[in-house]
């Protein structure tokens, strides 16, 4: 059975999340690292999730906007989406309110 790759499965659990995709900015990085940010002009450091690769594991790194930041390290592949449901659900949050 085919499997999709870690950001295209991000991809569809961020399109599963938000209606509105206007306001949400995914992006690529050439070394693979995913970089999820709010789109919020009056919020100079929006919300925004990044994804790294380190060595065979990965991090996770949450910033709310305001004050609050978050590092989970030493996640596998497959524990990613779990642990960034979460995240997506407290941007989904924001998003409600701004």
């Given amino acids: ?3 999709f790759p870690l ?3 991000i991809e569809n659990q961020i399109k599963a999340y938000f209606t509105n995709l206007e306001k949400i900015d995914l992006t690529l990085t050439i070394d693979e690292n ?3 940010f709010v789109i919020d002009e009056n919020n100079v450091d929006p919300p925004s999730i ?3 690769q380190v060595k065979e594991n990965y991090e996770l ?3 709310d ?3 609050q930041s978050e590092v989970i390290e030493n996640l596998k592949e ?3 989406t779990k642990s960034l449901r979460r995240f997506l659900k407290k941007i989904n949050k924001y998003l409600d309110v701004s």
């Fill in 7 to 9: 950001s295209k499965r």
């Fill in 78 to 80: 497959k524990e990613i």
């Fill in 1 to 3: 059975m085919y499997e």
């Fill in 61 to 63: 790194h949450f910033w």
């Fill in 50 to 52: 990044e994804i790294k």
């Fill in 34 to 36: 995913i970089k999820i």
């Fill in 65 to 67: 906007g305001y004050s």
